[in-house]
């Protein structure tokens, strides 16, 4: 078998032979004029997307401690979607209740407000299956999917940081030399509960989901520090989950096979690394690659800036923010249009 493919490279990969996903380049280019309108409106700016991480500011931990909380949540931002009928798992912290990734977040604040320090390696390695059901209790009688699983993997990023790194994730990216991709190859490769693969025609390929969003939710950190923020963040992919197709498939830039589609319809739980489930995540990468590119033209004929400031002004980590928050605001809308289930680790 060959070496494994880069994100970008399998979305291509697949794209070009997958059977039940396609792309339709005419919905991908009316998407990309009402992604041009939010540029052009200052609508994917750093400020709109720090609600995306929900960095806990208020608690004035160190730039050291938010480095180590944002690999903390991004090791376990995975899987949140529950059965149709039944309650989201939920959790309100202060004034505000949030559902899924975001009441993850949310609990782990709150667990830090609580005098936890979640942000320690020392201290969240070493917590129970009953520690970590309280801090992450639920307001609904649904807890967090895989939930021991997610118990194992913190326990797991522990025991690598305090063997490796001293306990730090700021070494990792030093180690990474402050590099975008350099940090997704480090971490996909020593921490393997990141590590998003599968084989497609005989090829391995990467998907690489949560390591590329811990690369982009550090960056956001980064700059909203006002520090540099992390090189070669614009050779980052979107990040494939299960939501995001979601929302390309409802704009019509994802075209399913009707079998396909029937499956969804009837929540069919698709094994990690299945056909069907590969296509769906690869494409989504493929078809927001073409995204940036066709926004960028329409960018250019509405003569906005130089080519330099429009690569700058929208990347595929901007897209995927930008898709991902039309999916939380239109969450109501979009309950018709059906998502791919998989119960894993690593999305």
């Not at 944002?70 to 309650?87: E, H, K, Q, R, Y």
């Not at 590590?195 to 550090?218: F, H, N, P, T």
Request: aromatic letters at 10%; one cysteine or more.
């Amino acid at each position: 078998m060959s070496s494994t493919l880069s994100p970008r490279a399998s979305g291509l990969f697949v794209c070009q032979k997958a059977k039940n996903v396609s792309i339709d380049d005419a919905a991908v280019q009316k998407l990309s004029y009402i992604l041009a309108d939010a540029v052009q409106e200052g609508r994917l700016g750093n400020d709109t997307f720090k609600y995306n991480s929900v960095f806990p500011m208020q608690l004035n931990l160190t730039t050291k401690q938010l480095i180590n909380w944002t690999f903390l949540v991004d090791a376990i931002n995975f899987n949140f979607w529950t059965p149709d009928g039944l309650p989201k798992f939920t959790v309100t912290h202060g004034t505000t209740t949030r559902v899924g990734y975001l009441g993850m977040v949310a609990a782990v604040n709150r667990a830090m407000a609580e005098g936890k320090p979640m942000y320690d390696a020392t201290f969240y390695g070493k917590l129970s299956l009953q520690d970590l059901l309280q801090i992450f209790r639920s307001d609904t009688a649904s807890q967090m999917p895989l939930f021991e699983e997610r118990v194992r993997i913190l326990g797991e990023i522990a025991s690598k940081l305090e063997e490796k790194y001293d306990g730090c994730f700021e070494n990792v990216v030093k180690e990474a030399k402050d590099d975008a991709l350099s940090l997704v190859r480090i971490v996909a490769r020593e921490f393997p509960c990141f590590r998003d693969e599968a084989v497609y025609e005989g090829q391995r390929i990467s998907l690489y989901k949560r390591a590329q969003i811990l690369a982009a939710d550090l960056d956001l950190l980064f700059k909203v520090k006002g520090l540099p923020g992390l090189a070669n963040i614009d050779q980052l992919t979107m990040f494939a989950d299960y939501r995001v197709p979601q929302v390309l498939l409802s704009f019509g830039v994802l075209q399913y096979s009707s079998t396909l589609m029937d499956q969804l319809r009837k929540e069919h739980l698709f094994p990690n690394g299945s056909e069907e489930e590969v296509e769906m995540r690869a494409c989504s990468i493929e078809a927001v690659e073409r995204l940036v590119q066709s926004c960028r033209r329409v960018l250019k004929e509405r003569c906005w800036g130089k080519q330099e400031e429009l690569e700058r002004a929208i990347t595929s980590v901007k897209a995927d923010f930008f898709l991902w928050d039309y999916r939380v605001k239109h969450a109501r809308q979009l309950t018709s249009v059906p998502y791919h289930r998989t119960r894993c680790i690593y999305y």
